[in-house]
């Protein structure tokens, strides 16, 4: 039962306004928080093959079924529907209040969405400088205690590794980034001088490049008209069109120090048990790095399609492959040397 400004709503009822649609194969309801009404309600979507509703025809057809009982319903998200083991619908399995659905398709949030435009992600460099952290630190831990040298060298040798390492990950980072930025910056400085300089030719690559995404005639002409009209939407789309250059560019110092940071922090768990009095550090260290894999592969699935176990046991086995061939390394050179 969902609690809405006073009325009790079940979702029974949701259930059969959504099945009544045409278009709708499966659909699970669910609330989520709201300020005014104390809850809304979002819903999981499968459509029927071939049909092609979207959140916004799907919200027009429900909103006067569902006006009597004043239920908000938020959005739509067009999902594969989990099922049981016996056959009916996982809700379990669905979204949860809101969580990892699609973005709203109301038109006031669309319109405020795109009016802050595109948010720069340093989700790379964080999963770059920690993973990478993790696995060269455990590398030389692995390799030191595979070659059966002392506690000290390892302490010695990780932590050095540590320091220039990280900041090698993230000098270079910086570098990359920056170059990216920079070259962003000398196509644009060429656009803009190109509008201002040849404007029709110009024109005319905005009429080609939307000729070819299927404009013709008058509706052509008003595309090309309305684009060059402002200078910094014309140089935009011909960044984005012409040269395939992101929306979003990274600062290069905080991608710097993203990894940095990150390298840091998860570069420090395999050297922590060589700190403690332990009687077994070097079991402690793999299991420490093991469990700094694994999270790391979970926290990156929230971005991608895979299951969070999935991604966990993914970088969590590339991590211990990379460290197992240190080891062996290690050891193969101390009994050919030592």
């Known amino acids: 039962m969902r609690l809405l400004t006073g009325a009790n709503v079940f979702p029974r009822e949701i259930d059969e306004v959504l099945y009544a649609h045409p278009d709708v194969a499966k659909a699970v309801p669910l609330g989520g928080p709201e300020d005014h009404y104390g809850e809304v309600i979002h819903a999981s979507v499968t459509l029927r093959p071939n049909m ?7 919200i027009t057809y429900e909103e006067p079924v569902l006006a009597r009982d004043m239920v908000p319903i938020s959005d739509y998200h067009r999902v594969l529907i989990s099922k ?3 056959g009916k619908i996982d809700n379990k399995a669905q979204p949860q209040n809101g969580q990892n659905m699609e973005h709203s398709h109301h038109p006031g949030e669309i319109r405020a ?26 590398a030389i831990v692995a390799g030191v205690v595979g070659a059966e040298m002392s506690t000290r060298v390892i302490l010695i040798l990780g932590a050095a590794n540590i320091i220039a390492d990280g900041f ?14 920079d070259d962003y910056r000398r196509h644009r400085a060429y656009e803009e001088q190109q509008v201002e300089r040849i404007p029709e030719a110009e024109r005319r690559e905005i009429r080609e490049i939307y000729r070819n995404k299927g404009f013709d005639g008058a509706e052509l002409e008003r595309v090309v008209e309305v684009i060059t009209a402002d200078k910094e939407r014309w140089v935009d789309t011909m960044m984005v069109e012409e040269y395939g250059m992101p929306s979003s560019i990274r600062d290069p110092i905080r991608a710097g120090l993203c990894t940095f940071a990150a390298f840091i922090l998860c570069g420090l768990a395999p ?3 060589f700190f403690l009095p332990i009687s077994n550090p070097f079991e402690t260290a793999i299991a420490l790095t093991a469990v700094v894999f694994f999270v790391i592969g979970s926290i990156k699935a929230q971005w991608s399609t895979q299951p969070w176990w999935r991604s966990g046991t993914e970088t969590l086995a590339i991590g211990l492959a990379a460290a197992g061939i240190a080891w062996l390394i290690g050891h193969l050179l101390k009994e050919a040397f030592l």
């Open 52 to 58: 092609n509703s979207t959140a916004e025809d799907l």
């Open 113 to 138: 969405r795109l009016e802050e435009g595109p948010k720069t992600s340093y989700l790379s460099d964080w999963v770059y400088g920690g993973i990478d952290g993790a696995i060269t630190t455990f």
């Open 271 to 273: 050297l922590v048990p």
């Open 168 to 181: 090698s990950m993230a000098a270079s980072n910086y570098s990359g980034t920056k170059a990216e930025l």
């Open 84 to 86: 049981t083991t016996v």
